[in-house]
């Protein structure tokens, strides 16, 4: 029997992996293909294969009888969570805090701007070889509420700060003091969106995030206002921003839909007011390097038995 470490990646490509030889490890290659590289019952240390589907995540977990650490290469475990079920008590899910926070933030400023300062309608217009000037938004005195923050909500808002917002706002789950200023519990969240131009959804999805961004809640957003979802499609409700943004009450700018892909024949891709991006927050060249700095570390020190980082989830 081996003690096996299930990587997607080939492990030569990982600087600072902990010797195999010295440990007692095998390290396997597995990035989602159909075979599974060893069986699944001898991997103590799962890192799921990145961008590849919960279907895919979850496939090898049933087997996985000796998993002693469940590793995402993303900020988000939704998609792992619930395949977690059958595995036994104590097992660790990690997320990869630290990995995406750079890349998604860069990409909520890109959509905010983009969408206030009309470069789709620029873009438009260059294609068809009209000179559409006149007055557009600013970010400038622009209020901007940021709802869950945590690593990547402070994030966005360490990239607002050069331009010179009239406030930022921030929620999350319970009340606390953040580095910026005081963070708004949820339950506040209803009185704080009618004085926000622009909503940045950045929480992570559960239960309680599922259809956050509700009918009631975009009646609250203020006419004029911009929603920005770089969370999950499912953190807002398709159908209730459909009719906001048909009406042309609220804009938005998704990086992430429900459903996801998106379909050919969508109505929000004609949708006016309505930028979208395919789900490429977190996938940029600053990925790699940063989770494979991830998988050396945490692998380091599941190795010398000291507390992992990142642990959002241990089953029981």
């Excluded at 240390?45 to 961008?51: C, N, R, T």
């Excluded at 996985?64 to 993303?74: D, G, H, K």
């Excluded at 009309?118 to 000179?131: A, K, L, S």
């Excluded at 600013?138 to 909500?153: E, H, M, P, R």
């Amino acid at each position: 029997m081996t003690t096996d470490v299930w990587l997607p990646f080939a492990p030569e490509e990982i600087p600072g992996l902990p010797s195999a030889a010295r440990h007692g490890l095998t390290y396997r290659f597995w990035d989602g293909g159909d075979a599974f590289p060893a069986d699944p019952a001898d991997c103590a240390f799962y890192v799921v294969p990145y961008l590849k589907g919960a279907q895919v995540a979850v496939r090898p977990l049933a087997g996985m009888a000796r998993a002693e650490v469940v590793q995402t290469l993303s900020a988000g475990v939704d998609h792992v969570q619930a395949g977690m079920a059958p595995l036994r008590p104590g097992v660790r899910l990690c997320n990869a805090r630290g990995v995406h926070e750079a890349s998604t933030a860069e990409l909520a400023l890109a959509l905010i701007l983009a969408s206030l300062r009309g470069i789709p309608r620029f873009v438009e217009g260059q294609r068809q070889e009209e000179w559409r000037s006149g007055f557009y938004p600013a970010l400038a005195d622009k209020t901007v509420l940021i709802v869950g923050y945590g690593a990547i909500g402070s994030a966005v808002e360490d990239r607002l700060a050069p331009f010179e917002c009239a406030r930022v706002l921030r929620v999350a789950r319970s009340a606390r003091d953040a580095e910026r200023g005081p963070v708004r519990p949820l339950a506040e969240l209803p009185s704080l969106l009618p004085e926000a131009d622009v909503v940045v959804l950045t929480t992570p999805l559960t239960e309680a995030t599922r259809g956050l961004a509700d009918a009631e809640f975009l009646a609250r957003m203020r006419d004029g206002a911009l929603l920005v979802n770089v969370a999950r499609g499912p953190v807002a409700d398709t159908k209730a921003l459909l009719a906001e943004v048909e009406s042309g009450r609220v804009t938005a700018a998704l990086d992430v839909t429900d459903p996801e892909p998106l379909p050919a024949g969508h109505p929000l891709w004609h949708a006016p007011g309505v930028l979208i991006s395919p789900h490429v927050g977190g996938s940029t060249s600053a990925f790699l390097p940063r989770a494979k700095r991830l998988l050396a570390r945490q692998l380091t020190l599941w190795t010398a038995g000291e507390p992992l980082d990142n642990v959002v989830h241990t089953t029981s």
